[in-house]
């Protein structure tokens, strides 16, 4: 299912701030990746660095690396002596990832390789952001991890929200991606401790702001 016009799309990418050399050499080099699909790309990229500019955030979490697009623009909003940490299951995207962290210069990323579920409770650090963009089918598990770990008036983002449309249609009983994200949808509806919308940026982003 088309969510927006690819024509709509491709102008949005013309209007928006050019990627940088890092960010576009990471684009570039993920176009031949199995699962290129997952990156989130020029647009969202900009979106998210802009956020985490105006936010200013001292600590970011990061659940889901991939090939390190959306750390590289996130990071650019941290305060000064601020620190992004980022998760990531597959070693062989972590290993492509950290190559452009270093590439980019980026001594406030560290990057984290293993599962989410277990390395999440080791951090004791208080995050003003938090981007969820990993497993969707755990998407509400990570939320109730890293809820008591967000700041009050601090910004959870989860990525793929929409997922293709197929939030709007009666899943397959097997299709447990999309019944991870309707499960996390449904709860943060009617969750009084965050204020939230939805976005219709790519495959969909919601934010969410901790009362």
């Not at 050019?18 to 050499?25: A, N, R, Y």
């Not at 684009?27 to 979106?47: E, P």
């Not at 660095?49 to 941290?78: N, Q």
């Not at 650090?125 to 008591?148: G, I």
Request: glycine share 6%; net charge negative; charged share 25%.
């Amino acid at each position: 299912m088309e969510l927006i016009s690819s024509l709509v799309e491709a102008y949005a990418d013309k209007c928006t701030s050019p990627e940088d050399e890092v960010t576009h050499d990471i684009n570039a080099a993920t176009q031949t990746h199995d699962h290129a699909h997952m990156l989130s790309g020029h647009v969202q990229g900009k979106f998210l660095e802009l956020i985490s500019r105006l936010v200013s955030p001292k600590y970011i979490l990061e659940i889901g690396t991939f090939t390190g697009y959306s750390a590289v623009c996130l990071a650019k909003g941290l305060q000064h002596g601020g620190i992004l940490h980022t998760i990531e299951l597959r070693e062989e995207d972590a290993a492509t990832a950290q190559k452009y962290f270093t590439q980019a210069g980026a001594s406030n990323i560290r990057l984290h390789v293993g599962n989410a579920m277990e390395i999440i409770p080791t951090f004791n650090e208080t995050f003003d952001l938090v981007f969820l963009d990993a497993e969707k089918r755990e998407y509400l598990e990570y939320y109730n991890l890293v809820f008591d770990k967000v700041s009050a008036g601090g910004f959870i983002f989860a990525d793929n929200i929409l997922w293709s449309g197929k939030v709007l249609i009666k899943e397959d009983s097997n299709d447990y991606s999309t019944k991870g994200i309707k499960k996390f949808n449904d709860f943060v509806k009617d969750d009084k401790r965050v204020e939230k919308v939805i976005l219709p940026i790519r495959d969909g982003l919601m934010i969410l702001r901790k009362l």
